[in-house]
């Protein structure tokens, strides 16, 4: 079974930075849309930032200027490169990949089991 696996979370001082990567476990078709959500204490899951298959982007008013989504479509790996983190980013971090697995299968959401970015001093 396809799983989204993330890494790159941690502890971090305010105004540091963190790059956070995610990639499907197994072999699959294709990738499609990915992005990256986050959900901190008594909050709901808000999105942060998307890549489009063609590499278009968008990004939450919260994080634009610090936070750039990239990927790597030979890998299947999408990134996060989160500069200039402040305490208000901790959060666990969540993958999101519409991907399909086997050629002829629908395209289905997968999501990640999230990483954990804590900032602080």
């Known amino acids: 079974q396809v799983q989204l696996v993330e890494s790159g979370g941690g502890l971090v001082q305010p105004g540091e930075s963190l790059k956070l990567s995610c990639a499907p476990s197994g072999s699959i078709s294709s990738v499609y849309f990915m992005g990256w959500y986050r959900q901190a204490p008594g909050n709901q899951r808000e999105l942060v930032a998307t890549?489009?298959?063609?590499?278009?982007?968008n990004y939450a008013d919260s994080v634009k200027g610090r936070f750039t989504i990239s990927r790597d479509n030979a890998k299947n790996t999408v990134y996060l490169q989160m500069n200039s983190l402040k305490p208000e980013d901790a959060a666990v971090y969540y993958c999101?990949?519409?991907?399909?697995?086997?050629?002829?299968?629908?395209?289905?959401?997968?999501w990640g089991q999230g990483t954990q970015v804590t900032v602080s001093s």
């Open positions: 890549i489009t298959k063609d590499g278009t982007t």
């Open positions: 999101n990949a519409n991907l399909r697995v086997r050629t002829g299968d629908v395209v289905r959401a997968y």
